[in-house]
């Protein structure tokens, strides 16, 4: 698996298999049910959907279980079409298929090679024979197709993640491309690159790199939606009589203030700290940790044994 290195090209190797969407999902499949929602759900039930079978069936879970992987990358390609506005308005009026391609005349395969939604020109179609001798012309062939997508597993970092990041990318080819990683990306996302994949063999557009993302984990915040949460341990003397403590964000080190009489448990909040989404940031909340100053303190002790006995 790829990383974003920072200020580092990393490379990126393409899969193994043929790109997911036009070849695994299947133009009879109803991408409704695949995420498990209903046609009338809205944009944010589609991406909660989307999330909660993301973290069930993500490969990086599940690494020896093939069932789970395809499953995911199903699901993956469903997400691409109805989690966007205009793929999705386009499904439900039938201008698309589940596999994101125009829908157009079926031709059986006795007559010629149909992929993705468009003829194969090194196939010759029968009825171009048929109609050249009656009206002394071919039939009107299709125009050039967009080249194929190359698709790429990439991991990125948490505070990547978080924050938003550009990072530099090394393809398979040796270009180095500089990705926009945007802030609140969560592992299955796909970022696309437009015309970075295959060159059209008809004389089309270039397909597009379509990057898998898997996020890194961080040993100290830990990610709830777009909010984040960390343990701050404090000393009993700041806990008992309130004070400051230094604390680490993604964005930075920033002063805390601890309320006069705080115990073990609560939370603080420090406000639009936590995943940097535009327009709506969420928040850190810190659990706090009271610590014994010094265990050894005969007069700590004393203090205790009395409070005890009492």
């Known amino acids: 698996m790829a990383h974003l290195a920072h200020g580092v ?51 990086d879970l599940h690494p020896d279980d093939s069932a789970k992987a395809e499953k995911f990358k199903r699901v993956t390609a469903a997400y691409e079409i109805l989690g966007d506005a205009a793929k999705r308005r386009q499904y439900d009026n039938g201008e698309i298929d589940a596999s994101g391609n125009p829908r157009g005349f079926d031709r059986s395969a006795n007559f010629g090679d149909w992929r993705r939604g468009g003829f194969d020109r090194q196939h010759q179609d029968p009825f171009d024979d048929i109609l050249s001798g009656m009206f002394g012309g071919g039939r009107r062939r299709p125009g050039p197709s967009k080249g194929q997508d190359m698709r790429y597993r990439v991991k990125v970092s ?124 969420g928040h850190l909340y810190a659990r706090l940790l009271v610590m014994i100053d010094d265990p050894k303190d005969k007069e700590l002790k004393n203090w205790a044994r009395k409070h005890r006995e009492t």
Not at 14 to 33: E, H, R, V
Not at 215 to 228: F, N
């Open 158 to 281: 948490f505070e990547d993640a978080v924050m938003g990041a550009r990072r530099d990318m090394t393809m398979a080819d040796g270009r180095v491309l500089n990705v926009a990683i945007p802030p609140g990306i969560e592992s299955g996302q796909t970022l696309r690159l437009k015309s970075q994949g295959h060159p059209s063999r008809t004389g089309g557009p270039p397909g597009d790199a379509m990057l898998e993302v898997s996020v890194g984990t961080s040993s100290l915040w830990r990610r709830d939606e777009d909010d984040l949460r960390m343990d701050v341990e404090v000393p009993l003397s700041t806990a008992l009589l309130g004070g400051i403590v230094d604390i680490q964000t993604p964005s930075g080190q920033v002063a805390m203030k601890i309320p006069e009489g705080s115990n073990s448990g609560a939370n603080l909040r420090l406000r639009h700290r936590g995943v940097q989404r535009p327009g709506r940031p």
């Open 9 to 59: 090209p990393f490379l990126c190797r393409p899969f193994n298999k043929a790109p997911l969407i036009g070849n695994q999902l299947g133009m009879t499949q109803d991408l409704y049910a695949i995420l498990g929602i209903s046609k009338s759900a809205s944009a944010g039930d589609v991406r909660r959907a989307y999330k909660r079978l993301a973290k069930e069936l993500h490969p």
